[in-house]
């Protein structure tokens, strides 16, 4: 268990870079959503980059802190965006589009705490209390951005990766998987309590923040 102020330091460091993390993901499938002819996230006035309009009271602020402060490690969600899926112009087809565009947000997102990441040490490196905040906020900001994508794209629905495959499988396969929907946080859920939901993400969080560090010359 991390020491309280140990917990209140990370929590202000991470505080920017999660927000903007998953307020991006969400406003980047109402985005999507609009293109591709549904405007509900836009009349419900979701199309917001105030991460206030985003904030879940669990996933945003409960499960977080509980996390640091019991495990030393973060992890949260905003409110899901709404999608009408049936107003669509291509339901099936644009499902896809509109689910793989939050993941493509926060891999976008990690590639800007690079490029950070990159001026910190350009400047000189961390050292001062000014560039040690950024530094280490940036480092978050490519971790929590890479995990986000990752995570997400697991093929479990209501998972982004679950949305992904449902509009690319046939239609039996899909019904199995709307069937197997109201069971997704669960198996989430399981997965994280057993301890398999880690390292099921970290090989592909590995060889992705490689690729987007690679790319800013890290």
Not at 98 to 117: Q, T
Not at 167 to 189: H, K
Request: hydrophobic share 60%; proline share 7%; net charge positive.
């Amino acid at each position: 268990m991390m020491d309280f102020s140990g917990a209140i330091q990370t929590l202000s460091v991470a505080a920017i870079p999660i927000l903007f993390a998953i307020t991006l993901h969400e406003v980047a499938h109402g985005w999507a959503a609009k293109l591709r002819g549904d405007r509900t996230a836009e009349m419900l006035g979701r199309l917001s980059l105030n991460p206030i309009k985003h904030i879940d009271p669990v996933g945003t602020v409960a499960v977080p802190v509980l996390m640091v402060l019991t495990t030393g490690f973060m992890f949260g969600w905003a409110k899901p965006v709404p999608v009408a899926f049936n107003n669509l112009n291509n339901p099936k087809k644009d499902m896809v589009f509109v689910a793989f565009a939050g993941p493509v947000a926060n891999v976008v997102m990690a590639l800007f705490w690079a490029v950070i990441l990159k001026l910190v040490f350009v400047s000189g490196g961390a050292g001062g209390p000014v560039s040690d905040f950024i530094y280490q906020m940036a480092r978050i900001g490519i971790f929590f951005n890479v995990l986000l994508a990752v995570f997400n794209l697991l093929p479990i629905p209501p998972l982004d990766g679950g949305r992904v495959l449902r509009g690319l499988v046939n239609e039996s396969i899909g019904r199995v998987l709307d069937r197997l929907e109201p069971f997704g946080l669960i198996i989430v859920v399981g997965l994280l309590l057993l301890g398999w939901l880690f390292p099921l993400v970290q090989p592909a969080m590995d060889f992705l923040q490689r690729l987007i560090l690679a790319l800013v010359g890290l």
